[in-house]
Each structure stands twice: as C-alpha cells, then as structure tokens.
C-alpha cells in the first residue's frame, strides 16, 4: 500500500541459485513484505507441481512434532 492505495512497485533483492531454480518452474501467489530488524524479508507463497516418486516397496516417514524433536519411521521395521 503507497498512500492508501494498492501498487506494484519494482525492487531489488538476492535470490540463491536454488531459489531461482524453484521459481523457475513455479506459479507465484502472494508475497509479504516484513521488516526484521535493517532488513526486509519477502514472505513468498508459491505453487509447484508434486514430485512423482516411485514405490519400491519401502516406505520411511518422518515427523519433526512439537513435543518430540524427530520421530521416524521405517516400513522394514
């Protein structure tokens, strides 16, 4: 917002190069704009594709919880 009204402003910014290789192929959302301390932070939400993944019949899941720090698990047992 620029004097009460909505407006699409440019701006300069540092992207990785992972980054830039996700949004590459990504279709962009909405985008926050938050100051921490001297420096702004772009909160970006996007929309990617889900990855195909093959099943070879193993299966591990893991959950990094709230109350437990990491809980895995391994369809082998």
């Given at each position: 917002?620029?004097?009460?009204?909505?407006?699409?402003?440019?701006?300069?910014?540092?992207?990785?190069?992972?980054?830039?290789?996700?949004?590459?192929?990504?279709?962009?959302?909405?985008?926050c704009i938050?100051?921490?301390?001297?420096?702004?932070?772009?909160?970006?939400?996007?929309?990617?594709?889900?990855?195909?993944?093959?099943?070879?019949?193993?299966?591990?899941?893991?959950?990094?919880?709230?109350?437990?720090?990491?809980?895995?698990?391994?369809?082998?047992?």
């Open positions: 917002m620029i004097n009460g009204k909505s407006k699409r402003i440019s701006i300069d910014t540092f992207m990785t190069d992972k980054q830039k290789q996700l949004f590459a192929n990504a279709k962009l959302r909405t985008m938050v100051n921490k301390g001297s420096k702004s932070v772009a909160q970006i939400v996007y929309e990617v594709a889900a990855p195909e993944y093959t099943d070879a019949g193993k299966v591990m899941g893991i959950d990094l919880g709230i109350k437990c720090l990491a809980v895995s698990y391994i369809s082998e047992g």
